[in-house]
């Protein structure tokens, strides 16, 4: 006795079509690679979003951090700023210029994303000469003022550091540097 065999509707092009076994879901080969290649895209994004929620508060930091140097630099570039430390012409070819805290992330971390706590500096100043703490005071009380200098010196509020908060920070500064790219074209 044999059973009449009841049409299934393609899961990718939605056509009606008689399978040839109960777990057939497509009705052709150009419909199961089309399938494999979606099934494909979305592991992929699974993938993505589950090491994105895995990461640690150290590597949210370290990228947020990232975006956050490349848009001191690109800023002060544009703006055609000297050394915050030495008041020398920046070398911006190349590997030259770092974004340089004037109160270090690690004793002051919560003023690791302050836009007025961190300039471009070169690399000799901000690597060999530890910052070159007294000749970045005067290039920053220049800069943004004795009141602003002042006010970041006795900033000493904790400030606990979030996934979600990290996140944004990534987000709004490459968003930044986008719009400065984009403003220098």
């Known amino acids: 006795m044999l059973t009449a065999v009841k ?19 497509v ?9 494999v290649k979606v099934e494909k ?13 895995q990461k640690t508060i150290p590597q949210l930091i370290a990228e947020a951090q990232i975006e956050f140097n ?6 002060d570039q544009l703006a055609n700023r000297p050394c915050i430390s030495s008041g020398r012409t920046l070398d911006w070819s190349g590997n030259n210029v770092d974004a340089g805290h004037y109160r270090s992330t690690g004793a002051a971390s ?10 471009a500096q ?22 943004i003022g004795i009141e602003a200098v002042e006010a970041l010196e006795s900033n000493n509020e904790v400030v606990p550091w979030d996934r979600d908060t990290l ?3 990534k987000v709004i500064y490459r968003s930044k540097t986008r719009a400065l790219r984009k403003e220098q074209s």
């Not at 003023?111 to 007025?116: A, S």
Request: hydrophobic content about 30%; overall charge positive; some cysteine.
């Open 7 to 25: 049409l299934k509707a393609c899961k990718t092009c939605g056509s009606n079509f008689s399978p040839w076994s109960s777990t057939q879901t």
């Open 27 to 35: 009705c052709g080969r150009v419909c199961a690679q089309k399938l």
């Open 41 to 53: 895209v979305a592991e992929k994004a699974k993938d993505r979003a589950t090491r994105e929620s």
């Open 70 to 75: 490349k848009f001191i630099r690109l800023r």
């Open 110 to 119: 919560h003023l690791r994303f302050d836009e007025n706590n961190c300039h």
């Open 122 to 143: 070169s690399k000799h100043d901000n690597q060999w000469k530890a910052g070159n703490v007294v000749g970045y005071r005067v290039g920053l009380i220049q800069r």
């Open 167 to 169: 996140r944004q920070i």
